[in-house]
Structures are given as structure tokens and as C-alpha cells.
């Protein structure tokens, strides 16, 4: 990486979106642009190139490898906009397997929680919805983002892991603009004729429409150690989000 010097992840994300990935449940594009970017200095660097053929195979045998890297990205994104005074945007929202939880720039490091949601997934064979936990992870930070969920509409081939069909991949996009603050002037949708990705959860907007957001979620099996079991859609729940608007009026008023 010091050879290499940064890379662009922003525009690795732009790159990706415009080649088939929503960035979180399908990462395919990016982390082969990723791979891209920085397997010539790998080759220069490392002086064994079997055990450089290790690290490639393990990077290439895991399509999600860039989604770890984005998820940093979107977390420097989103903390960029905390703490904006009067701002009713979520900057943060994470799941536990327990509850879920957002925080809102304009009121600071507080946090507003609920019961988080049991997702109700494609699932892998061999399990049930009895093996399914309460939705968990970090990765909520993709939607959090503007891209995830609130990109399916990029991601037609998707719902060959998710269920569900294109056309309902792009109705997920559309109803989120429904609820967040702008469209994004980076991360754009081919098939959309290139509009911004619905980008700025509004907690206001949230608890006037009643619509709350949609993530792209893996689903883990309840008993410790048995991993993933399935993959889909889940709708976070109201009460935070309605927790929030309303601590967000009584401090800023309607």
C-alpha cells in the first residue's frame, strides 16, 4: 500500500454500481476493480509468489471481500455528517441480534433502540425459519450510505441470491427516495437513467410515511458457530426511527 499509495474507494463504489453490485449482499465488481487496483503492487512487493497466489485465491474466492473495505468507506462517509446542528439525517444504524439502533446528527451521540427485526430471508438448504437470529451486523452502514438496499435497482442479478425479481429489486429503490433527503451526486443507477442513489435516511420523513428503510442482509443462525443461513430483505423497524423524530421535535420543534 505505501508503492500502491490511496485508493479511491468512492470511486471504485461509483465504478461497481454501473457493473451489477448494490455493495452489500453482491460485491462481485467491486472487489475484482479492487483486485485490479492493487495486484501489480502486490507482485512487486511480495517476493514468494506462491504465497502471493495464496493471498489472490483467498481474495478471489470471497465475492463479499470488498464489502469490508466499503464499509469503512461509509463510515467515514456518514461521520463526516454527524453532529450537524438541526440536521434530522441518520448517521448511523446497526443492528446487534438483540436490537437495532440509529443515532441523528443533530442529536449527538445518542442513540435510539428497538427490538431488531427477524428477518424473513431466502433461505439455505438445510435450515428453517426456527434456525433464523433476530437480524445483526454492522453492514447496516451500506444503507446508511445510500447504497445497499437503497441501490437494488443497480443489482437486477441479485435476486438470484435474495429472491424476489428485478422489478422488485428497482420498487425497493424507489420507495426510498420516499424517505431520504436528497440523491447522490457520486453513486448513480444505470437502469434508472443514472439518477443518485437515494441517499440521507430523514428520521422526519420516516415518521410522516410510515416507510422505513430496506437492507440487504445476511441472516445468522441463532445458536453460536452455525454461521450464515440465508440471505434477503429486511425492513427495519418503526420505533427507532419514531423515537428519534420524536425527540428530534421536542429539541428542535416541528
Known amino acids: 500500500m505505501r508503492s500502491r499509495g490511496a485508493i479511491d474507494v468512492k470511486n471504485i463504489i461509483a465504478q461497481a454500481l454501473h457493473m451489477g453490485d448494490e455493495m452489500h449482499n453482491r ?4 472487489t475484482s476493480l479492487f483486485l485490479r487496483a492493487v495486484v501489480p503492487f502486490m507482485i512487486e512487493a511480495v517476493p514468494n509468489c506462491r504465497d502471493l497466489a495464496e493471498v489472490v ?7 463479499h471481500f470488498f464489502l469490508n473495505i466499503a464499509m469503512a468507506a461509509a463510515k467515514a ?15 448511523v444504524m446497526a443492528r446487534n441480534g ?13 442513540w435510539f433502540t428497538c427490538e431488531a427485526a427477524l428477518p424473513d430471508v431466502l433461505l439455505f438448504p438445510g435450515y428453517t425459519k426456527d434456525d433464523v437470529n433476530r437480524d445483526i451486523g454492522d453492514s447496516a452502514i451500506m444503507e446508511t450510505l ?4 437503497f441501490a437494488l435497482a443497480a443489482a437486477p442479478a441479485i435476486v438470484q441470491f435474495i429472491g424476489g ?5 428497482a420498487k425497493y429503490t424507489l420507495e426510498m427516495y420516499e424517505i431520504t433527503l436528497g440523491e447522490n451526486n457520486v453513486y448513480s ?34 445458536e453460536p458457530g452455525r454461521g450464515q443461513v440465508g440471505a434477503g430483505i429486511v425492513r427495519m423497524p418503526a420505533e427507532a426511527f419514531i423515537k428519534a423524530a420524536e425527540a428530534f421535535v421536542e429539541k428542535y420543534g416541528e
Open 27 to 30: 460485491n462481485k465488481a467491486g
Open 146 to 149: 445510500g447504497v445497499g438496499g
Open 57 to 63: 485465491r483467498f481474495i478471489d474466492k470471497n465475492d
Open 98 to 110: 438483540t436490537e437495532m439502533g440509529i443515532q441523528v446528527s443533530g442529536l449527538g451521540k445518542q
Open 165 to 169: 425479481t428485478p422489478e422488485d429489486a
Open 189 to 222: 443507477i444505470p437502469s434508472l437513467n443514472f439518477r443518485g442513489t437515494p441517499t440521507g435516511i430523514d428520521i422526519l420523513k420516516v415518521a410522516e410515511t410510515g416507510i422505513t428503510p430496506v437492507l440487504d442482509t445476511g441472516a445468522a443462525h441463532k
Open 77 to 91: 462517509s456518514t461521520e463526516a455528517a454527524h453532529e450537524v446542528e438541526g440536521s434530522s439525517l441518520v448517521t
